[in-house]
């Protein structure tokens, strides 16, 4: 089953996963028995996921907000856990919230809670390529379990002569596709407007490239004497990892998220497939939500390999 407070990301969970339940609420609204006809007389084993939004926590939000509401949305989730006492519990999010208020912050308070309820846990910060995730993206897990040792997944990229995933891998496949269309055969084949000025910016800017490359018109002011944010406006590279992909990904000002040889930024799909969502996956909503439920996505493939982990001590 799934919860989530967004109707779009409902939209998708339902289309996508159409024998599974869902609950389009608040978690905060959401009293813990809400689960017992799903979790019934449990037989299996029980898995609680938890990857409450990463925006009041991550480094590029330059605008945190200290009463942000969702800064304790862990907290709401141990309720759960501490009803429910599922077999394992697997959270994601941003580098940092471990350190938040130190030992008083809403990880060290949920790695306490899980201790008291006596779960073994393992957490660090993993990187999403080493289990085939075309992007340089790191985030901080943490997987905890009530009988035997909690250990994270093994790399399953970058060693024993397992390259790392590129962009090419990836979306090398697709379709070109101009900026503002949508590809007829895929409706997430679709790639954002460029205004003139970004047009011909992107036009100057060769692969894995980005602003340094441009003629003096085309610089923005607040980019002149300054020499960080140096992703903004930038062509990704086809051989190479993606930035981490952001809520904006498909915006071509906000990262390095322009398709390496044409000149637009990357469409939904390409977002998708960078983020290792299977090629057929539905997401529902406008051009802005889709991006938004696909930047704050733990990717596919990065859970996948959890779920092996997982399953390895359960089945032998």
Known sequence: MGLDIDSDAADSF???????????????????????????ERESPLLFCGC?????????????????????????????????????????????????????????????????????????IISAMSYGVPQTRKRLVLLAQRHGSASLPPITHG?????????RDAIGHLPPLQAGATHPTDPHHQAAALSDMNFLRISHTPEGGGRESWPDELRLECHRDHDGHSDVY???????????????????????????EQNRALSVRETALIQTFPPGYHFSGNLASR?????????????????????????P
């Open 14 to 40: 339902r289309a996508n996963f159409p024998t599974a339940s869902f609950f389009l609420n608040d978690i905060r609204e959401l009293d813990a028995d809400v689960l017992a006809p799903i979790i019934g």
């Open 52 to 124: 409450a939004p990463c925006q009041p926590f991550s480094k590029q939000n330059q605008h945190q907000d200290k009463k942000d509401p969702r800064r304790d949305l862990l907290s709401e989730f141990s309720r759960f856990v501490e009803r429910w006492l599922p077999e394992y519990v697997f959270i994601e999010n941003v580098p940092g919230l471990q350190k938040i208020k130190g030992n008083n912050g809403p990880f060290r308070k949920f790695v306490r809670l899980l201790s008291d309820l006596g779960y073994s846990q393992a957490s660090d």
């Open 159 to 167: 060693t024993n002569g397992r390259p790392h995933a590129t962009v």
């Open 234 to 260: 930038g062509r990704l590279a086809w051989d190479k990892l993606a930035s981490g992909l952001t809520t904006r990904c498909i915006s071509y000002s906000n990262g390095r998220f322009g398709h390496p």
């Open 291 to 315: 991006a938004r439920q696909i930047g704050n996505a733990v990717p596919p493939a990065m859970a996948l390999a959890v779920a092996r982990h997982i399953l390895s001590g359960v089945v």
